[in-house]
Nanobody, 122 residues
């Protein structure tokens, strides 16, 4: 069982930056594909970015050029650096893990964190 704990959310003005972190309990963390998703008010959960065990990354169109996903396997942690934030980025951001592969569908991820709130004011 992989436990994921997100941190780093908060309130930021439009144009600002935040870095989210997700710490994993699993000692085999390095073998998992890690993803970030978000769910805005009244919206479905949507894919943001993912990174495989080998470091291949994949972004949603809304994240490309503004968000960067990275991982530190020595610390069992995955990050999401967000810049040029917009009010429409306001959402609860979730970290997720899947055993292999690269995908954007939430139902293909096996483990989820509790989420961290990101609020971008205009």
């Amino acid at each position: 069982q992989v436990q994921l704990v997100e941190s780093g959310g908060g309130l930021v003005q439009a144009g600002g930056s935040l870095r989210l972190s997700c710490a994993a309990s699993e000692r085999t963390f390095s073998t998992y594909t890690m993803g970030w998703f978000r769910q805005g008010p009244g919206k479905e959960r949507e894919f943001v970015a993912a990174i495989t065990s080998s470091g291949t990354t994949y972004y949603s169109d809304s994240a490309k050029g503004r968000f960067t996903i990275s991982r530190d396997n020595a610390k069992n942690t995955v990050y999401l650096q967000m810049i040029s934030l917009k009010p429409e980025d306001t959402a609860v951001y979730y970290c997720a893990a899947r055993r292999s592969g690269l995908g954007s569908r939430p139902d293909t991820y096996n483990y989820w964190g509790q989420g961290t709130q990101v609020t971008v004011s205009s």
